[in-house]
């Protein structure tokens, strides 16, 4: 018999969830279920989460050509130098899927909204950022030349060293192509759509940092720590904020790839305390190590860290002044008005 003032069988029990009183069109609303997947999906959508996947499989898709190129190496088939040649392509070959399953999978957004977008653009903005680059090293090097802490002589160069400079420009493309699409195409942006721009470049210039420190070995000598502090501050300020600035990432992949390039192919200098091979000008360093960089080359020096902070600084302000900064009150406020 039903209770006609309940509408509920007097033979369930009294401790049913029934929602009370009945909603407006006098039916008993249905009790609410949890959602057994939002703790999952709450854990995979973290940042830190997917910043985590994303570094996880980009190194298992580079595994494959990875272990043929370190066993070539070891046993004295493959030098130094192209083992880091091929090591960098087998590491942006390994991004590139990860990226993509990252990209459909996870974030659900389409490659071109981790900062590949204006494809139309690119080869400008790419052209424009390698000017910037190339014009900030040699504003480096005119400071040491200036300050008598370098001297800077022609190089002889045989076809062999001419060919591997020309391998050498592809290099540093895709050592700038890797590690912008990386740090500040990934992992930037993944830390500023959840908690702003503030703390996701605070965050990309520490890790960017410190994921220098090894270049000189596993363990890390004084000159390699003050590089790894220093790269954070003057390439990782500069190659974020020139991602903001246009919210793409052709303009800082041009920079990075001539930074580097003239430093080491052009200037003669270690790139990030890797060794370079034949380079257009020798180099003769006279200066203490807080100027030159020492073994860890002049990004560790003084003079790179006040021109690369400072360009970093403009661009940043530009960024600012054009809306690009998102901060932690406008997500917050998006969401409640969303809700």
Same mark, same amino acid.
């Given at each position: 018999?039903?209770?006609?003032?309940?509408?509920?069988?007097?033979? !369930?029990?009294?401790?049913?969830?029934?929602?009370?009183?009945?909603?407006?069109?006098?039916?008993? !609303?249905?009790?609410?279920?949890?959602?057994?997947?939002?703790?999952?999906?709450?854990?995979?959508?973290?940042?830190?989460?997917?910043?985590?996947?994303?570094?996880?499989?980009?190194?298992?898709?580079?595994?494959?050509?990875?272990?043929?190129?370190?066993?070539?190496?070891?046993?004295?088939?493959?030098?130094?130098?192209?083992?880091?040649?091929?090591?960098?392509?087998? &590491?942006?070959?390994?991004?590139?899927?990860?990226?993509?399953?990252?990209?459909?999978?996870?974030?659900?957004?389409?490659?071109?909204?981790?900062?590949?977008?204006?494809?139309? &653009?690119?080869?400008?903005?790419? @052209?424009?950022?390698?000017?910037?680059?190339?014009?900030?090293?040699?504003?480096?090097?005119? &400071?040491?030349?200036?300050?008598?802490?370098?001297? $800077?002589?022609?190089?002889?160069?045989?076809?062999?060293?001419?060919? @591997?400079?020309?391998?050498?420009?592809?290099?540093?493309?895709?050592?700038?192509?890797?590690?912008?699409?990386?740090?500040?195409?990934?992992?930037? !942006?993944?830390?500023?759509?959840?908690?702003?721009?503030?703390?996701?470049?605070?965050?990309?210039?520490?890790?960017?940092?410190?994921?220098?420190?090894?270049?000189?070995?596993?363990?890390?000598?004084?000159?390699?720590?003050?590089?790894?502090?220093?790269?954070?501050?003057?390439?990782? $300020?500069?190659?974020?904020?020139?991602?903001?600035?246009?919210?793409? $990432?052709?303009?800082?992949?041009?920079?990075?790839?001539?930074?580097?390039?003239?430093?080491?192919?052009?200037?003669?200098?270690?790139?990030?305390?890797?060794?370079?091979?034949?380079?257009?000008?020798?180099?003769?360093?006279?200066?203490?190590?807080?100027? @030159?960089?020492?073994?860890?080359?002049?990004?560790?020096?003084?003079?790179? $860290?006040?021109?690369?902070?400072?360009?970093?600084?403009?661009?940043?302000?530009?960024?600012?002044?054009?809306?690009?900064?998102?901060?932690?009150?406008?997500?917050?406020?998006?969401?409640?008005?969303?809700?």
């Amino acid at each position: 018999m039903n209770n006609p003032q309940s509408g509920i069988d007097s033979g !369930q029990s009294s401790n049913q969830p029934v929602d009370w009183p009945p909603a407006a069109g006098g039916e008993v !609303q249905e009790p609410n279920v949890p959602n057994p997947w939002a703790a999952w999906s709450a854990f995979i959508n973290f940042p830190i989460t997917k910043i985590v996947l994303f570094f996880v499989m980009s190194v298992l898709f580079s595994i494959p050509l990875g272990i043929p190129l370190a066993f070539a190496y070891f046993i004295g088939r493959l030098s130094m130098s192209l083992f880091i040649f091929y090591g960098e392509i087998d &590491a942006l070959l390994g991004a590139i899927p990860a990226l993509l399953i990252m990209a459909w999978l996870v974030d659900r957004k389409p490659i071109a909204a981790f900062g590949f977008r204006g494809r139309s &653009a690119s080869l400008k903005e790419t @052209t424009i950022g390698f000017l910037i680059g190339a014009g900030l090293m040699s504003l480096v090097f005119a &400071a040491f030349v200036a300050g008598g802490w370098v001297r $800077l002589s022609p190089a002889i160069l045989s076809a062999v060293d001419q060919r @591997t400079i020309s391998r050498d420009v592809f290099f540093f493309f895709i050592v700038a192509l890797y590690e912008e699409t990386v740090f500040r195409g990934y992992f930037f !942006q993944t830390l500023e759509n959840r908690w702003g721009s503030g703390i996701a470049l605070l965050s990309s210039m520490v890790v960017f940092g410190v994921l220098h420190i090894f270049n000189l070995g596993p363990n890390p000598k004084p000159a390699a720590l003050i590089g790894g502090l220093f790269i954070g501050a003057e390439a990782g $300020l500069l190659l974020a904020a020139a991602y903001m600035l246009l919210r793409r $990432l052709w303009l800082p992949i041009g920079i990075h790839w001539a930074w580097n390039l003239f430093q080491g192919s052009v200037y003669g200098a270690p790139v990030s305390g890797l060794p370079i091979g034949p380079s257009v000008y020798h180099a003769q360093f006279h200066g203490p190590t807080w100027i @030159t960089g020492g073994e860890f080359g002049p990004e560790a020096g003084l003079p790179a $860290l006040i021109i690369g902070t400072l360009v970093g600084l403009i661009f940043l302000r530009m960024a600012v002044r054009n809306g690009n900064w998102i901060s932690f009150g406008d997500l917050q406020g998006a969401k409640t008005a969303t809700a």
